[in-house]
């Protein structure tokens, strides 16, 4: 420091051989050296003890230069030493206070310490059920009682004698306690006789309740009570990369209550069918022929989906989403597609209430006609009459086959699905207005919209 060197600056001025007698100035106040030394002197009281806090004006000391030195280091080390032991005390009271606030505000909110885990470890061994490693285990524990083996037979009489013959075979699962099973529309198609078989070994023949080509989903019911149930969740808000479980029986009885697991792959995918596209759940959880109709479930054990299709290759040959494709063309793996839940529920629940569908219909067989098709013969592009059914809407307008419907309340029709678009926005007994192109006119009539279960 500047002021050590300073004062040992000024004592060695004034040295004398060995001994120095500090000076009274004239008005009997001490000198600047004796000031000096009295400062160190005091500063060093927390150290060592003085029986006098006072410094006579004259005292005579050793002015050793070695001596002064080492007094003014050990004076420095001392200090350090009460610098770092301040700043630890400083320190300990500071987070006696700190922690001390936090338990208070803790306390005041009624919280508990919460720990965020960024990488959960897989402990193998582990016995926590509630560990990630059950989570797949514990749903399936949960969802599978409520799963089913459907197994459908074809009749055929044989002279006097009526038989069965088995038909195929698919999955459903239970909504209801009282027996009610959703399953898809082409697992139970053409059966004359459906038995359901549960994964506790029961068995019960099943009734037809009803079904609808259009989504491909259909309700039977079985005479069993106290049945086990799932829960139906939300898929509207489903992510791509969920998880997602399919349980059902691939292949019929002999692999009855297979899991498998993997993720949503995508969302909304149109498929074609012989109604107009349809918008599916992608998953590449394994889905094989058997576990049509079975639920593909989210990681709450809810069901978000009904599984339906599964893509196999890739062709030119390929129209059915809701069986098997063609082998040709390119092979595909992973492509599963399910039915969202909530698309589902309503259709569900006319078909329970029901025992169909009810949509409003024109009443009308159609087709589309493309831009090629329109340049080819001399058509414009819209949905071609193919056929008018007797006593519909479409009748009782006038309109006939051959006419071609190019607008529907003012909107273009361009295809077929953009004129079920409309429909599917109005209620039977809605009265649309459709603009009709006949032999080079045009004109517009008004079309009462009757319901679909009028031309079942």
Same mark, same amino acid.
């Given at each position: 420091?500047?002021?050590?060197?300073?004062?040992?600056?000024?004592?060695?001025?004034?040295?004398?051989?060995?001994?120095?007698?500090?000076?009274?100035?004239?008005?009997?106040?001490?000198?600047?050296?004796?000031?000096?030394?009295?400062?160190?002197?005091?500063?060093?009281?927390?150290?060592?003890?003085?029986?006098?806090?006072?410094?006579?004006?004259?005292?005579?000391?050793?002015?050793?230069?070695?001596?002064?030195?080492?007094?003014?280091?050990?004076?420095?080390?001392?200090?350090?030493?009460?610098?770092?032991?301040?700043?630890?005390?400083?320190?300990?009271?500071?987070?006696?206070?700190?922690?001390?606030?936090?338990?208070?505000?803790?306390?005041?909110?009624?919280?508990?310490?919460?720990?965020?885990?960024?990488?959960?470890?897989?402990?193998?061994?582990?016995?926590?059920?509630?560990? /990630?490693?059950?989570?797949?285990?514990?749903?399936?524990?949960?969802?599978? =009682?409520?799963?089913?083996?459907?197994?459908?037979?074809?009749?055929?009489?044989?002279?006097?004698?009526?038989?069965? *013959?088995?038909?195929?075979?698919?999955?459903?699962?239970?909504?209801?306690?009282?027996?009610?099973?959703?399953?898809?529309?082409?697992?139970?198609?053409?059966?004359?006789?459906?038995?359901?078989?549960?994964?506790?070994?029961?068995?019960?023949?099943?009734?037809?309740?009803?079904?609808?080509?259009?989504?491909?989903?259909?309700?039977?019911?079985?005479?069993?009570?106290?049945? =086990?149930? *799932?829960?139906?969740?939300?898929?509207?808000?489903? !992510? =791509?990369?969920?998880?997602?479980?399919?349980?059902?029986?691939?292949?019929?009885?002999?692999?009855?209550?297979?899991?498998?697991?993997?993720?949503?792959?995508?969302?909304?995918?149109?498929?074609?069918?012989?109604?107009?596209?349809?918008?599916?759940?992608?998953?590449?959880?394994?889905?094989?022929?058997?576990?049509?109709?079975?639920?593909?479930?989210?990681?709450?054990?809810?069901?978000?989906?009904?599984?339906?299709?599964?893509?196999?290759?890739?062709?030119?040959?390929?129209?059915?989403?809701?069986?098997?494709?063609?082998?040709?063309?390119?092979? /595909?793996?992973?492509?599963?597609?399910?039915?969202?839940?909530?698309?589902?529920?309503?259709?569900?629940?006319?078909?329970?209430?029901?025992?169909?569908?009810?949509?409003?219909?024109?009443?009308?067989?159609?087709?589309?006609?493309?831009?090629?098709?329109?340049?080819?013969?001399?058509? =414009?592009?819209?949905?071609? *009459?193919?056929?008018?059914?007797?006593?519909?809407?479409?009748?009782?307008?006038?309109?006939?086959?051959?006419?071609?419907?190019?607008?529907?309340?003012?909107?273009?029709?361009?295809?077929?699905?953009?004129? !079920?678009?409309?429909?599917?926005?109005?209620?039977?007994?809605?009265?649309?207005?459709?603009?009709?192109?006949?032999?080079?006119?045009?004109?517009?009539?008004?079309?009462?919209? !009757?319901?679909?279960?009028?031309?079942?």
């Amino acid at each position: 420091m500047d002021y050590e060197k300073d004062f040992e600056n000024k004592i060695e001025k004034n040295d004398t051989e060995h001994d120095m007698t500090l000076p009274e100035n004239k008005l009997g106040e001490t000198s600047n050296e004796e000031k000096m030394y009295q400062e160190i002197i005091e500063e060093q009281q927390p150290y060592e003890k003085f029986e006098t806090s006072m410094i006579p004006s004259n005292v005579k000391f050793r002015n050793n230069k070695k001596s002064l030195g080492k007094m003014v280091k050990r004076f420095r080390r001392r200090m350090l030493a009460y610098f770092i032991a301040v700043a630890l005390v400083a320190a300990l009271i500071g987070g006696g206070i700190t922690g001390a606030v936090m338990k208070y505000y803790g306390s005041q909110n009624n919280a508990s310490a919460q720990v965020v885990t960024r990488y959960l470890p897989l402990n193998t061994t582990s016995s926590d059920e509630s560990g /990630i490693l059950n989570l797949i285990p514990n749903i399936y524990k949960i969802v599978s =009682p409520a799963v089913v083996e459907i197994d459908t037979s074809a009749a055929y009489t044989n002279g006097y004698r009526t038989g069965y *013959v088995p038909k195929g075979s698919g999955s459903g699962f239970i909504i209801s306690s009282d027996g009610y099973i959703v399953t898809n529309n082409h697992v139970i198609d053409g059966a004359s006789k459906i038995t359901v078989k549960l994964l506790d070994g029961r068995s019960a023949d099943a009734k037809l309740i009803g079904k609808d080509e259009r989504t491909d989903l259909a309700v039977v019911k079985i005479n069993l009570s106290n049945l =086990p149930v *799932v829960e139906l969740g939300d898929s509207s808000k489903l !992510q =791509p990369g969920e998880l997602a479980i399919a349980i059902g029986n691939p292949l019929g009885s002999s692999f009855a209550g297979s899991v498998t697991a993997g993720i949503i792959s995508g969302l909304n995918r149109n498929l074609q069918s012989d109604y107009g596209p349809v918008k599916l759940i992608q998953t590449d959880a394994a889905i094989n022929p058997g576990n049509s109709g079975g639920p593909l479930v989210n990681s709450k054990a809810e069901v978000i989906g009904i599984t339906s299709v599964k893509l196999t290759s890739l062709g030119s040959s390929i129209q059915d989403p809701f069986g098997m494709f063609q082998s040709q063309g390119t092979p /595909i793996e992973g492509m599963g597609f399910a039915i969202p839940i909530n698309e589902a529920k309503p259709i569900i629940d006319q078909i329970i209430k029901y025992g169909y569908v009810e949509r409003p219909m024109m009443g009308i067989g159609a087709q589309t006609i493309t831009e090629q098709d329109a340049q080819r013969y001399n058509l =414009p592009v819209g949905v071609y *009459v193919v056929q008018v059914q007797p006593n519909s809407g479409a009748e009782q307008a006038g309109i006939q086959p051959g006419d071609v419907i190019i607008k529907v309340d003012g909107k273009d029709i361009t295809s077929f699905e953009d004129l !079920q678009g409309v429909l599917d926005d109005h209620k039977v007994g809605d009265v649309i207005k459709v603009t009709i192109w006949r032999n080079g006119r045009t004109f517009t009539v008004n079309v009462k919209l !009757q319901s679909s279960a009028n031309f079942q």
